[in-house]
């Protein structure tokens, strides 16, 4: 899209009346509502089940300080949602700092609750304290029921704002919370969970804290799940490698107790060539991994090298294995369950105490190196594997360094066959990667050249799920991409060098296109994963239909759409349909109206909410077994829309 850049102001005599009044100073809860982004990361879906998981962690929080072995989460036929728990119940009493019942406290002021002391929860995944009160505050109601001391406690809101005072409106023979909450239609507009992404990400939840009972129930679609597993972190493993060809029977589980820090590592190889490893801290997904990642993969990398050399695997004169050699086909969790987590941002994303690196790194070199003493068949063959991937990562080596050399701004070694565009700002670019070298010419012809450039791709790339790096790195259309990107891949990914800050799939719309994005998909997921956690990812729309009359001319995008407009038009004569497969089949002027004017256009943004459900598709989906891919396709084939057959 192109940006307007507002014109500067003039000066005016007003200036002068520039005071303190004019100074803005926003309470928490306006704040928040005046910038929800800032506190859950969007106001779309994602934001919405961000609401959800911050009630459902303080839980969770009860759970891992060892008070609360239930937790039921249910979405209500009013759209509203419950969280109940059987934990201690927050407390009731009035707070000595803010004169008010400290659930009153918790629920409406910033950075308060039991977690800074540190005596309440010795680990607590809601660090900020800004949880529950932002929840709260982009909520038209939410109601608190406590039990707590043989009493039930309530107390109401509306955006935010008490009702009520804290109220005992009843007798507990338990203990525990229940919020139900509404999330403000003035916030989100449209009030949509999706019921398989919540349950995910409450299935990671009861993996990281075995023993603990998880029930979600969906009243509008008569749906629930109950999640519960003794195996923790080792169910884990075996639940994402389930349709792998596994290299030793059993996951390997480390565990270490550090000073108040516990330290939990389950990992498992199998025959692929794609790393899957999810990183969490206080079970918090720290979806950008941090320190306690760091230090597993140093940890993995020299305690495999060490035992590669004192066992032979390895030659004195031979090269030690790299980072991406110990990781090809290994699937992995770490855990850490600290006091005091220094997360990046509210969202939590990476972690950032820094000792924790060293602390991960001394315990998963000292636990994995006794496994592999111990266990000399898994040890032979997790090395074989690292070393098949090592010769093969060496042939890889020289085509890569080609790539990155050629990956840098000088337009005179970019793909030849890369349309590129005059603006030199990343943020104001965009890349298009067509389908086809017709759909590619018109592409173009089409577009707006200051802004916009082309790369066609003849045929479909390489399946990278099934290919080791050097095919990949052979493979001349996935070269194009990455040159002109620039950002190269993998540990090299450097985002910062990304050339176009939109990078837009634009394919078919027929059997072919959805196999050609899926494989692109697939590459960017596996090798270049900060381009969709960062946003940069798009799908074009291109229309289906081109309807017309004597009096109109209309772009259709779905079947729906096509009916719904035919039937305003059943008394129009003559109503001519043109189906479109292929982009070819448009115009130049017809492509860039429809599918690359960014005043009219619609792109589909590309987010990874849940890695590890992504892992599991983009693996059943691309991978070597057949019946997991079959079994999927049979669960999901009334999900299809827009089949072409």
Same mark, same amino acid.
Not at 129 to 140: K, Q, R, T
Not at 348 to 377: F, R
Not at 442 to 460: E, H, M, T, V
Not at 570 to 598: C, F, H
């Given at each position: ?7 500067? &102001? ?5 200036? &002068? ?18 910038? @929800? ?76 609750? &039991? ?62 919370? $229940? ?46 799940? $109950? ?111 600290? $006091? ?21 790194? $001394? ?12 266990? @000399? ?32 701004? +000088? ?42 450039? #082309? ?38 990914? +450097? ?46 729309? @291109? ?55 960014? &005043? ?14 992504? +892992?599991? #598709? ?28």
């Amino acid at each position: 899209m192109t940006r307007k850049v507002p014109a500067k &102001a003039k000066s005016t005599s007003n200036n &002068a009346e520039y005071t303190a009044k004019d100074i803005q100073v926003l309470g928490g809860r306006e704040a928040i509502r005046r910038r @929800p982004a800032m506190y859950i990361g969007s106001t779309d879906q994602r934001g919405l089940h961000h609401l959800v998981y911050e009630i459902t962690y303080n839980c969770i929080d009860e759970a891992m300080a060892g008070c609360c072995d239930r937790i039921k989460v249910a979405f209500n036929q009013d759209l509203s949602v419950t969280v109940w728990d059987n934990g201690r119940g927050i407390p009731v009493e009035i707070h000595p700092s803010t004169n008010l019942s400290a659930l009153e406290t918790v629920m409406t002021t910033l950075h308060s609750g &039991a977690k800074f002391g540190g005596k309440t929860y010795q680990v607590s995944g809601g660090l900020h304290g800004v949880g529950a009160s932002v929840v709260n505050a982009l909520s038209s109601s939410l109601k608190v029921n406590v039990r707590r001391d043989g009493k039930l406690y309530q107390q109401e809101y509306k955006q935010g704002i008490p009702q009520e005072k804290v109220t005992a409106i009843d007798k507990a023979s338990d203990t525990g919370t $229940t919020i139900t909450f509404l999330a403000d239609k003035e916030i989100f507009g449209k009030i949509n969970y999706n019921f398989d992404t919540i349950s995910e990400r409450l299935r990671e939840m009861a993996y990281l804290n075995k023993g603990l009972e998880i029930y979600l129930r969906d009243e509008g679609e008569d749906l629930e799940k $109950t999640f519960y597993f003794e195996g923790g972190l080792t169910s884990f493993v075996r639940h994402l490698n389930r349709n792998r060809i596994v290299r030793h029977h059993q996951p390997i589980y480390l565990s270490k107790l550090v000073n108040s820090t516990a330290i939990e590592v389950a990992l498992q190889y199998n025959d692929g060539f794609t790393e899957s490893t999810f990183s969490f801290a206080n079970c918090v997904n720290t979806v950008d991994g941090g320190t306690h990642l760091t230090g597993f993969r140093s940890a993995l990398t020299r305690v495999l090298n060490d035992y590669a050399h004192k066992n032979r695997f390895l030659k004195e004169d031979e090269p030690n294995l790299g980072g991406e050699d110990v990781r090809e086909g290994l699937t992995a969790i770490i855990s850490v369950k600290l $006091t005091e987590p220094q997360f990046e941002g509210q969202t939590k994303a990476k972690l950032g105490n820094q000792e924790i690196k060293s602390l991960v790194e $001394t315990a998963v070199s000292e636990e994995l190196s006794l496994y592999l003493e111990e266990h @000399p068949d898994d040890a032979k063959r997790i090395m074989e594997k690292c070393l098949l991937a090592s010769r093969a990562r060496e042939a890889a080596r020289k085509a890569r360094d080609l790539i990155i050399k050629k990956s840098s701004l +000088d337009t005179a070694t970019l793909p030849g066959k890369l349309a590129d565009c005059s603006e030199k700002e990343p943020a104001h670019c965009e890349l298009y990667l067509v389908e086809g070298p017709s759909a590619g010419g018109s592409a173009k012809q089409g577009r707006n050249r200051r802004f916009q450039a #082309i790369l066609p791709l003849r045929g479909k790339i390489l399946n990278v799920e099934k290919a080791p790096a050097d095919k990949m790195l052979a493979h001349e259309e996935i070269r194009a991409i990455i040159t002109a990107l620039g950002t190269s891949i993998d540990d090299e990914f +450097d985002l910062s060098k990304l050339r176009y800050h939109r990078v837009i799939l634009m394919t078919d719309a027929d059997v072919d296109g959805s196999h050609i994005r899926t494989l692109l998909l697939t590459f960017f997921y596996r090798h270049m994963t900060q381009l969709i956690n960062n946003r940069h990812l798009f799908i074009a729309q @291109p229309p289906l239909y081109r309807i017309k009359t004597s009096k109109l001319e209309q772009w259709v995008y779905s079947d729906q759409e096509k009916e719904e407009l035919l039937r305003k038009l059943k008394n129009s004569k003559k109503v001519q349909i043109q189906r479109y497969k292929g982009l070819g089949e448009m115009s130049a002027e017809q492509l860039w109206q429809t599918t690359m004017d960014p &005043a009219s256009r619609t792109l589909l943004a590309i987010t990874v909410e849940d890695a590890a459900k992504a +892992d599991h #598709i983009f693996h059943t989906l691309m991978g070597e077994e057949v019946p997991p891919r079959k079994a999927f396709i049979q669960a999901h084939a009334k999900s299809v829309r827009n089949l072409d057959i």
